[in-house]
Nanobody, 119 residues
Framework: QVQLVESGGGLVQPGGSLRLSCAAS????????IGWYRQAPGKQRELVAD???????NYADSVKGRFTISRDNAENMVYLQMNSLKPEDTAVYYC?????????????WGQGTQVTVSS
């Protein structure tokens, strides 16, 4: 059973930084796509950043230049470095991995970690 476990959330002041971590139970290279989503209260879950198994990255316009997704293949970890945080970045952040098995897409989600940006 694939498991994704996030950590690293917390309370930070505007302008501050946090690094989120996502630990996978198996090799992250088994995922065609792995990344971060977030959901703020009363809003739909949205893509923050993702990365293909080949290393191509994609970012939401709202976080470009502030957030960086990276991975450590040896440790089966995916990270989200968040700088210059704003109150509107407040949300629950989820790690998501996508695999294609016999041409069927499977999505796996972590349990989420809360990020609160407030003074």
């Amino acid at each position: 059973q694939v498991q994704l476990v996030e950590s690293g959330g917390g309370l930070v002041q505007p302008g501050g930084s946090l690094r989120l971590s996502c630990a996978a139970s198996g090799s992250i290279l088994n995922f065609n796509l792995i990344g971060w989503y977030r959901q703020a209260p009363g809003k739909q879950r949205e893509l923050v950043a993702d990365m293909t198994s080949g290393g191509t990255t994609n970012y939401a316009d709202s976080v470009k230049g502030r957030f960086t997704i990276s991975r450590d293949n040896a440790e089966n970890m995916v990270y989200l470095q968040m700088n210059s945080l704003k109150p509107e970045d407040t949300a629950v952040y989820y790690c998501k991995g996508c695999k294609s098995i016999l041409a069927i897409r499977h999505d796996y989600w972590g349990q989420g970690t809360q990020v609160t940006v407030s003074s």
